[in-house]
């Protein structure tokens, strides 16, 4: 062991539009929300991850809360750095040190980023301590994730649902053969959501409750199984002012979501269409494994499994699926190094 292993903790990061997430010694040690809050005039940090989350929609003039990813890369240099470096001192083992430890990262990035924008991950992370930075595509680590073995000569689809892209991709002998990065996911769904109540029922509401409201009572299809309650959801009256009550069921909130959803499909269509046909008879035998939060709007895969003919599989805890696979990918950097940018 050579003195730069002595002092280096390993980490793989999954930073995300919507969540951050962080696995040390092979256990998820961060799980939080990628958002800051800063107070306007002297530009310190108030809050980061939950606490800044809770603060959303609900600031005076001299707070505001960013969040620092948009579209799965990041927006906001400066918020971003300052919220991994307080996600990194809260992990158990690096906190209270007395020397602040080097860190070795395996960090995922999404299929379509340019290398200008990789370069800029890189620097980010060596502003935070790290001496090493290795990046993985997102749908690799997915696939990782869900436990499809990667290297084999097979082909095997991912979908994964984030907040700010929708990755899909076809991977097999340890890359991708053909992908599609659709900027629709969870955050669209969201402000679809909040544009509806706002259009059908004036309804003003926040993004906090829109995005309650699709976790609560979203849907992809008009007809489900397994239907939730009807949901009471409190706003502004966008005509009286006046703080309002409506209840909505998740018909509506399916047709809310019509369009982007069909946006999702088109892409992987697409993807499917330019799959070669080796890969697409794996394909056709092993069906398509989906991943990330969005992934987990009700009736979302059988919606897709109606579109494409095909058996459609969400993972095990489809929010954790990425981190899941960067982690294995970080403990076998030796056998994955073909995969690292
Ligand atoms: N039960 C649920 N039903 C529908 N959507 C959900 C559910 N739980 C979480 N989400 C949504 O999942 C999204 C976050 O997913 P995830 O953490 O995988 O994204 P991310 O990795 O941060 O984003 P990206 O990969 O685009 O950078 C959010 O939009 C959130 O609202």
Redesign the pocket.
């Known amino acids: 062991m050579g003195l730069f292993d002595f002092f280096t903790q390993e980490i793989a990061i999954?930073?995300?539009?919507?969540?951050?997430?962080i696995i040390h010694n092979n256990k998820v040690v961060v799980d939080s929300p990628?958002i800051v809050a800063i107070h306007r005039r002297t530009n310190k940090v108030i809050a980061v991850g939950e606490q800044a989350k809770h603060m959303q929609g609900k600031t005076h003039d001299d707070i505001k809360t960013i969040r620092p990813?948009k579209?799965?890369v990041i927006a906001d240099f400066e918020a971003s750095e300052f919220m991994l470096t307080e996600f990194i001192k809260k992990i158990p083992g690096i906190q209270g040190k007395l020397f602040s430890p080097s860190l070795r990262m395996v960090i995922c990035i999404?299929s379509g980023i340019t290398e200008v924008e990789k370069r800029a991950v890189k620097d980010s992370c060596a502003r935070v301590n790290a001496k090493d930075v290795r990046l993985i595509y997102?749908p690799m680590a997915a696939a990782i994730g869900v436990g499809i073995d990667i290297t084999q000569p097979k082909g095997n689809m991912i979908i994964?649902?984030?907040?700010?892209?929708?990755?899909i991709a076809v991977v097999a002998l340890g890359g991708i053969v053909c992908d599609k990065s659709v900027k629709i996911?969870?955050?669209v769904?969201?402000n679809d959501i909040a544009y509806y109540l706002r259009t059908h029922h004036n309804l003003y509401i926040g993004e906090r409750t829109a995005?309650r409201v699709?976790?609560e009572v979203?849907a992809a299809v008009e007809e489900l199984e397994h239907a939730p309650d009807d949901m009471p959801v409190q706003g502004r009256d966008l005509i009286t002012g006046k703080p309002k009550e409506i209840t909505v069921n998740y018909r509506e909130i399916a047709r809310a979501l019509d369009k982007s959803i069909l946006r999702i499909e088109d892409g992987v269509m697409e993807t499917l269409s330019q799959t070669p046909p080796e890969l697409a008879a794996d394909i056709y035998n092993t069906g398509i494994y989906m991943?990330?939060?969005?992934a987990?709007?009700?009736g979302l895969d059988q919606r897709i499994s109606k579109k494409t003919g095909l058996p459609v599989f969400l993972a095990d805890d489809?929010?954790r699926a990425?981190v899941r696979g960067t982690g294995i990918a970080l403990k076998n950097i030796d056998k994955f190094t073909f995969l690292m940018k």
């Not at 999954?14 to 969540?19: E, K, P, S, V, W």
């Not at 994964?160 to 990755?167: C, F």
């Open positions: 999954d930073l995300g539009t919507a969540n951050t997430l990628s990813l579209d799965g999404p997102e994964d649902i984030g907040g700010g892209t929708t990755e996911a969870g955050d769904f969201t995005e699709k976790i979203g991943a990330g939060g969005g987990m709007l009700r489809p929010l990425v």
